[in-house]
């Protein structure tokens, strides 16, 4: 008999994102993941790049796929993804928008705004954001051309 082996899939928010992260956290151990939960661990005051940057870097370099980011707007957290090579963190507050990270920039982070979206929303974004695949086609070369070439940020 073949074993499958479980996604790991990391968590990340700061206080603002905690009580949703827990919630999306379960979500995803329910749907199968291996969730790997990098904190924040209580609603305390935090920084969010304290939490963003270990989770990017395991994007970045290719030790996971895929990973999910909450803070309040979004707006830090997907910053501070992005700043990491071959991160492409979308903050979505619409299952639609979540799809069409995926089927059109290949989104390989999720970036949840907690405050303005309610824990069904979230699910539904989560779960849009995992099933949908990246289209490919005349996308490709466009999320190719994302990625700068030189260390110092340019072209
Ligand atoms: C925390 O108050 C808030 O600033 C943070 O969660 C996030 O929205 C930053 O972008």
Same mark, same amino acid.
Not at 61 to 83: D, I, P
Not at 91 to 113: F, G, M, Y
């Given at each position: 008999?073949?074993?499958? /082996?479980?996604?790991?899939?990391?968590?990340?928010?700061?206080? *603002?994102?905690?009580?949703?992260?827990?919630?999306? $956290?379960?979500?995803?151990? $329910?749907?199968?993941?291996?969730?790997? &939960?990098?904190?924040?661990?209580?609603? $305390?005051?935090?920084?969010?790049? @304290?939490?963003?940057?270990?989770?990017?870097?395991?994007?970045?370099?290719?030790? +996971?796929?895929?990973?999910?980011?909450?803070?309040?707007?979004?707006?830090?957290?997907?910053?501070? *993804? !992005?700043? #990491?090579?071959? /991160?492409? $963190?979308? +903050?979505?507050?619409?299952?639609?928008?979540?799809?069409?990270?995926?089927? #059109? !920039?290949? *989104? !390989?982070?999720?970036?949840?705004?907690? =405050?303005?979206?309610?824990?069904?929303?979230?699910? *539904?974004?989560?779960?849009?954001?995992? @099933?949908?695949?990246?289209?490919?086609? =005349?996308?490709?070369?466009?999320?190719?051309?994302?990625?700068? &070439? &030189?260390? @110092?940020?340019?072209?």
């Amino acid at each position: 008999m073949t074993e499958s /082996v479980k996604e790991r899939i990391p968590i990340a928010s700061d206080h *603002a994102g905690f009580e949703m992260k827990e919630k999306i $956290a379960k979500a995803l151990s $329910a749907l199968g993941f291996d969730v790997q &939960d990098l904190g924040t661990s209580s609603p $305390a005051s935090t920084d969010y790049p @304290d939490f963003g940057h270990p989770l990017a870097e395991e994007v970045s370099t290719g030790e +996971v796929k895929r990973g999910v980011l909450l803070c309040g707007t979004g707006l830090g957290m997907s910053y501070v *993804a !992005n700043r #990491h090579p071959h /991160v492409r $963190a979308a +903050v979505a507050w619409t299952p639609e928008i979540a799809a069409l990270a995926r089927k #059109h !920039n290949d *989104a !390989n982070v999720l970036v949840l705004p907690a =405050r303005f979206i309610s824990d069904e929303d979230g699910l *539904a974004i989560l779960k849009a954001w995992l @099933d949908t695949p990246f289209e490919g086609g =005349r996308h490709q070369g466009r999320v190719e051309k994302i990625e700068l &070439d &030189d260390e @110092d940020g340019t072209k």
